[in-house]
């Protein structure tokens, strides 16, 4: 099979995900030219970090469908290099494109307009594909397709099904770097907001964590123009962000006690109409599902997968109070159709995300996953 060279950032094994990018490394890789049916070859311009690499640098090796040594990234933007067989995506050589998740676009979900919730989005997503890639020498094989595209490789081959044509969407390589996050995060946070809780004027929307999903839904509640938009986190500098983005109230849970009774009597005393949800941290989802006013609505993001990992719920209370409960993936996105809308609303002013955006090369990879860690960076993106 013909091949040729490129870099990525290479997971050569798993890692723990607190301890972000000691398993990555910068390498050459071979990447296969000779395309597969519904196969692109993209030149990557650009990829968002997410907390979801690094977790899925982290899948245990014994896991059916995982691989290492592998490569992740998952919001990825470039240019089309080449165009496998059968492929029917409007696109050809050199021109640019965005990218979003992978669905089957046959299951039930995927039929009903709803591919986030595709019944193969597990395995297509979060494993990707053995041996996609191969080490420079060729002697070992490398898995790929990680969101159906792998955006942490310079060149990388793509799934049509995660392609979005942008020819008519970017004006300049440098919108390409900017927009890439919104193939996962960014509609994944605004998406929360204006595909499920759909809030209007009256409601009081509550964001926990204040990253760029909870900051794309702090900007996501200001276009809905919600009464209340109280932005939670205990990183003062992106509490501050959120005011500059839309947020009405800013709250550091340091030190608070009783954090229940603080979220109410920030709203007054009747609690929020909408709890985003994306720290994953029980004892702030705890406290915030309490604390929801009536017929208020609470939507998961950042919940844990571990058993242990579980929320105490009064059925009575959760009944008379018209509780609902949404479980977000990918902000209930159809990204052909919503990545569009963001970048309307980008250009009125409405969703000013290069306000969240700092650019590293690829080659400062570490700081990038560094300064994500630590609150410093807001939205990392790589650079290629």
């Known amino acids: 099979?013909?091949?040729?060279?490129?870099?990525?950032?290479?997971?050569?094994?798993?890692?723990?995900?607190?301890?972000?990018?000691?398993?990555?490394?910068?390498?050459?890789?071979?990447?296969?030219?000779?395309?597969?049916?519904?196969?692109?070859?993209?030149?990557?311009?650009?990829?968002?970090?997410?907390?979801?690499?690094?977790?899925?640098?982290?899948?245990?090796p014994g896991m059916p469908g995982v691989q290492y040594p592998r490569v992740v990234g998952h919001e990825g933007s470039g240019y089309v290099k080449a165009v496998g067989p059968n492929v029917t995506k409007d696109v050809k050589a050199g021109d640019p494109v965005l990218l979003s998740f992978?669905?089957?676009?046959?299951?039930?979900?995927?039929?009903?307009?709803?591919?986030?919730?595709?019944?193969?989005?597990?395995?297509?997503?979060?494993?990707?594909?053995?041996?996609?890639?191969?080490?420079?020498?060729?002697?070992?094989?490398?898995?790929?397709?990680?969101?159906?595209?792998?955006?942490?490789?310079?060149?990388?081959?793509?799934?049509?099904?995660?392609?979005?044509?942008?020819?008519?969407?970017?004006?300049?390589?440098?919108?390409?770097?900017?927009?890439?996050?919104?193939?996962?995060?960014?509609?994944?946070?605004?998406?929360?907001?204006l595909n499920m809780a759909k809030p209007d004027k009256k409601d009081r929307v509550m964001v926990l964590g204040l990253g760029g999903v909870g900051l794309a839904a702090v900007m996501a509640a200001k276009i809905c123009e919600c009464e209340q938009i109280i932005a939670v986190d205990r990183v003062k500098s992106r509490i501050e962000m959120s005011k500059e983005l839309g947020a009405t109230h800013g709250f550091d849970t340091t030190g608070v006690e009783d954090l229940t009774a603080a979220?109410?009597?920030?709203?007054?005393?009747?609690?929020?109409?909408?709890?985003?949800?994306?720290?994953g941290f029980l004892p702030i989802v705890q406290a915030s599902y309490d604390s929801l006013g009536s017929r208020g609505c609470f939507v998961w993001i950042g919940a844990n997968m571990d058993p242990a990992y579980t929320l105490n719920i009064s059925i009575g209370t959760f009944m008379t109070n018209g509780t609902r409960m949404l479980g977000c993936m990918e902000g209930d996105s159809v990204p052909h159709e919503f990545i569009p809308q963001l970048i309307k609303y980008y250009r009125e002013g409405k969703f000013p995300i290069e306000k969240i955006a700092k650019y590293y090369k690829a080659e400062e990879f570490k700081r990038a996953l560094h300064e994500s860690h630590t609150g410093e960076s807001i939205k990392p993106i790589i650079t290629w």
Not at 109 to 138: E, I, T, W
Not at 187 to 193: F, K, P, S, Y
Not at 263 to 279: H, N
Request: charged letters at 15%; hydrophobic letters at 35%.
């Open 263 to 279: 979220f109410k009597e920030v709203t007054g005393g009747l609690g929020p109409t909408v709890v985003l949800d994306t720290t």
């Open 1 to 60: 099979m013909s091949t040729t060279t490129a870099r990525a950032i290479v997971c050569s094994e798993p890692g723990a995900d607190h301890i972000p990018g000691t398993n990555w490394q910068l390498q050459d890789i071979s990447v296969p030219i000779e395309l597969k049916d519904g196969e692109l070859l993209v030149e990557m311009v650009a990829s968002g970090i997410c907390h979801t690499d690094l977790i899925t640098g982290s899948l245990p």
């Open 102 to 193: 992978d669905y089957c676009g046959q299951c039930e979900s995927c039929q009903r307009g709803h591919p986030a919730y595709c019944a193969a989005f597990f395995p297509m997503n979060l494993f990707g594909v053995a041996d996609v890639f191969k080490s420079k020498d060729g002697s070992q094989g490398i898995a790929g397709k990680h969101f159906g595209h792998s955006s942490f490789a310079s060149l990388s081959v793509v799934n049509q099904t995660t392609v979005l044509p942008a020819k008519d969407l970017v004006k300049s390589k440098e919108e390409l770097q900017l927009f890439a996050p919104l193939g996962c995060g960014l509609q994944t946070g605004a998406g929360a907001i």
